[in-house]
């Protein structure tokens, strides 16, 4: 993503929203019982209190690349323990970020977030030592993993040399500046889920959690170059974007399957854009008018797995304040709502902690109370067990309060991640 991290880039894009005109899957589990009035969790006052911790581009953490690793060490426990003090319970730690890892994979380099150099050891495990101090201060410790993600870049040369992108040059598409594996490659699905169950393997991790990003936002005059594999394995589907709408299902039916079996009990989550699709485009979709939609343009069938109950929990990103025209925080929280009732499936909201007084954003983000808000509007909902807020470098600065409002408005007392 170049020098803009995931949701800056991704926001950056999308967020003047405008106008816009395979196999049979098995349910994860039987859908739990609807929980029985406004408020109620799953457990006595459990509820998901959440924040993203992004190292891509170093977002939020490590300040920089290449200090000494006690220094990085204690930078990631302030991020914590600022946690703890605005008793939220959940970390989201963003261990894969670019095709690259956070601890000692065998299959994938260190990552060049940590030393400045892609491949260089940092002299200590992130990864490891987020899990166990996390688990220390008692918050749930969820591993963030982006799937297909290579570089922010399109040049492979400046990749490590050990690097599987380099030793694969046919899994790589470059598209929009950047480098992505080809989600339509079998091999490459494979490999993928080889390298993100490897940390499900090494570390007691509660969850693996993936972010919206799985084929790339569509970028104008530019096509993500598929046509080999499509060639080869499209020929049973209808259209291309059924094909990939299918490659995607695979990837997250697998993926659950291998956390079952690699680690019983660790939980699967996934953050999606806050648009499934417009109803003006699909009579089920949501009174928005958004100008991207998982479904259509990121081949994510993100309602699908939620009411089938393929992931445990999904966080949609309604990054919008209350009475956006495009896509409203109320309607949106109201449509995921109906999307989640009766499946078993935790809906939390991804909340956009880092809009809160920033330059250029509408006056309902300059108010420090817009946040609190969401809260209390979401209360209104059962099937809302929660929030997650982007992101942990937002949570220290609060640069106008808004943060302080919610933990006073909202979080008075601790709680325990519903489970």
Known sequence: MGHLARRAFTLAALSSLVTAPGARAVPRAEPEPEPEGPGHRSGPGAEMRGVWLATVAGRDWPSQPGLPAADQRAELIVHLDKAVRDRLNTVMFQVRPTADALWPSPYEPWSEYLTGTQGKDPGWDPLGTAVREAHARGLELHAWFNPYRIANHTDPGRLAPSHPARKHPDWVVPYGGRLYYNPGLPEVRAFVQRAMLDAVARYPVDAVHFDDYFYPYPVAGQTFDDDDAYDRYGGAFGSRADWRRDNINRLVEEMADGIRRTRPGT????????????????????????????YDDLYADTRRWVREHWIDYVVPQIYWHIGFAAADYAKLADWWASVAQGTGTHLYIGEALYKAGAAGQPAAWQDPVELSRHLTLAARYPQVRGHVFFAAKDVAADPIGAMARVVADHYERPAKPPR
């Open 267 to 294: 939980r699967f989550g996934i953050s999606p854009f806050g648009v499934w699709r417009n109803a003006s485009t699909d009579p089920r979709g949501s009174d928005t008018q958004a100008g991207a939609q998982t």
